[in-house]
């Protein structure tokens, strides 16, 4: 699972994490359909204190227009992830800016970009990069979320502000 999770993460394979999702609901629900696993994860956020107030989720890819989540959900994920026995698979599964395909070309110039583990998503006038800085000058990681909705600028533009906003939370943390 831990290859599967990394490919998902570091390459954004939509496939898999679509196919994923059916497993997760064959493996833990008994039926291998978008529906148990949207229950299944539906049910994993909740011990995680996020509510379906926070997410509403219609797929595995985070593709369909009917996905919604709160920025507040996903660092409240980071925090959970940070105190699960699994947080080490997890935290390598991220992508690294500069390394891997999906933020080959993030931050660009930035110093410490390495010490960046993130995640990146995009649809129609969408964008979010969320992730963990293991901060240079104090150790310890800090997750963030950064989400944009309904912008109507070039899409470079939302991307070096991300990379902007990160590199200054790399200067200072």
């Not at 148990?36 to 509510?51: M, N, P, R, T, Y």
Request: glycine residues 8%; charged residues 25%.
């Amino acid at each position: 699972m831990a290859v599967v999770i990394s490919v998902i993460n570091k390459n954004s394979q939509n496939f898999f994490a679509e196919q994923t999702l059916k497993t997760i609901g064959k493996e833990l629900g008994g039926e291998g359909s978008f529906k148990k696993g949207l229950e299944i994860v539906a049910a994993f956020l909740d011990s995680a204190g996020i509510s379906g107030d926070d997410i509403s989720m219609h797929d595995g890819s985070g593709l369909s227009h009917y996905n919604m989540v709160k920025p507040e959900a996903i660092i409240r994920l980071f925090k959970y992830m940070n105190h699960s026995p699994n947080f080490k698979t997890y935290y390598e599964s991220l992508a690294i800016p500069g390394v891997d395909r999906s933020v080959k070309k993030r931050l660009e110039y930035i110093e410490f970009r390495e010490r960046v583990r993130s995640k990146t998503g995009s649809i129609a006038n969408a964008m979010t990069f969320s992730g963990y800085i293991d901060g240079p000058r104090t150790g310890h990681l800090l997750a963030f979320s950064i989400k944009v909705n309904k912008y109507n600028c070039d899409s470079d533009y939302v991307l070096n502000w991300f990379d902007s906003v990160v590199g200054r939370l790399l200067s200072v943390y």
